[in-house]
């Protein structure tokens, strides 16, 4: 097998440094035109192709940014790792992306083993369990060596850190305000993601929504389901109460599962019931009726947290660390009756 010629190799063929061929090679100024030639055309000679680990060492940087996501099966979080995918490679930078599936452990392993590898910093977002334990030590030991970081979404104020953050709070507010202008009356909170400071965020918007219109909120209509729960079980319990005329989901595979449930119970949507989702993925729009949605805007969310990152890391100096928060758009469909 044909040995695969280095810069080590082409220095000593031409005695000169390591360095000086660096820059032959990247067209330097500093190097003679005469000499740029001959090093430039025996590389090309020599079928040279650059070795990313050497130049990451030689630079002291390697192009590469980690991503822990919790869930790749939501249509959220695929979004965002879009964007992050598309913004990193317009910039040159690659990825190494890993699943936490929620797991604290697996969040704080793969953390543990990313920052002792090649790469630059970290885009994050919370796991279920590490939010649920607020055990955040693994993160704060990884800034604390030096590792830049961007989280997003499921964030903590536990943390220092650039962050990228959904106006969750507003989002459930405006949407629920949307119910009630439509002429909803009594709307239920159905939230499997209580653990989650976005699904906090969002039942306080819902409650902010009903104290500005005067109308009580009553417990009974705020219905948190845990994993171990048999959501339709629940869900029967709650739509027992014939009254409810409109459900606000924090999530859309809960709302797919509402809205099924309620069409075998007889109800009319969205003339006797309307729903309103989080998040905006492929599912709401494939059953019928379409449900209207609170869109996040995932891959510009991954967009802005991969030039957050990257601008930190190509910067000079140290910047205060940023929030950026982005506002959420409500896609109004089938499951919701029309303003009047």
């Known amino acids: 097998m044909k040995k695969r010629i280095t810069l080590k ?3 000593s063929e031409f005695d000169v440094s390591i360095a000086t061929v660096s820059k032959a090679l990247n067209d330097s100024y500093e190097i003679s035109v005469k000499t740029k030639e001959k090093i430039q055309q025996y590389a ?7 070795n990313s680990v050497a130049l990451s060492l030689l630079n002291k940087k390697t192009k590469t940014i980690g ?3 919790p869930n790749i099966m939501n249509n959220f979080f695929a979004k965002v790792f879009m964007g992050i995918e598309q913004k990193a490679a317009d910039k040159g930078y690659t990825l190494i992306s890993c699943i936490s599936n929620e797991s604290h452990e697996k969040e704080l392993k793969t953390m543990e083993l990313l920052k002792n590898g090649t790469l630059d910093g970290f885009i994050l977002s919370l796991a279920e369990e590490t939010q649920a334990k607020a055990d955040y030590q693994h993160i704060k030991n990884t800034i604390n060596e030096g590792v830049p970081m961007v ?5 903590t104020d536990a943390i220092e850190c650039d962050k990228v953050i959904v ?3 507003e989002g459930a507010r405006n949407a629920t305000n949307h119910l009630i202008h439509t002429g909803c009356k009594r709307i239920a909170l159905i939230s499997v993601i209580d653990n989650l400071s976005v699904g906090k965020l969002r039942a306080k918007g819902y409650e902010q929504a009903l104290n500005e219109n005067n109308i009580e909120i009553d417990s009974k209509l705020i219905v948190k389901i845990a994993k171990n729960e048999d959501f339709e079980t629940a869900m029967k319990i709650v739509l027992a109460d014939k009254s409810i005329d409109g459900l606000l989901c924090l999530e859309e595979s809960s709302a797919v599962q509402s809205l099924e449930l309620v069409k075998r119970m007889g109800y009319k949507i969205p003339n ?3 729903i309103i989702c989080f998040t905006n993925g492929k599912l709401p729009q494939y059953v019928s009726p379409k449900i209207t949605t609170v869109s996040q805007h995932g891959k510009y969310i991954g967009e802005t947290a991969a030039e957050m990152l990257i601008n930190r890391l190509e910067g000079e100096g140290d910047t205060p660390f940023e929030t950026k928060v982005i506002k959420t758009s409500l896609i109004e469909r089938e499951s919701t009756k029309p303003l009047h």
Do not use: C, G, Q
């Open 9 to 11: 190799h082409i220095a």
């Open 44 to 50: 090309k000679k020599h079928n040279y192709t650059p």
């Open 67 to 69: 991503v822990i996501i």
């Open 151 to 155: 989280m997003f979404d499921r964030v």
């Open 167 to 169: 106006d969750d709070f």
């Open 272 to 274: 006797e019931l309307s």
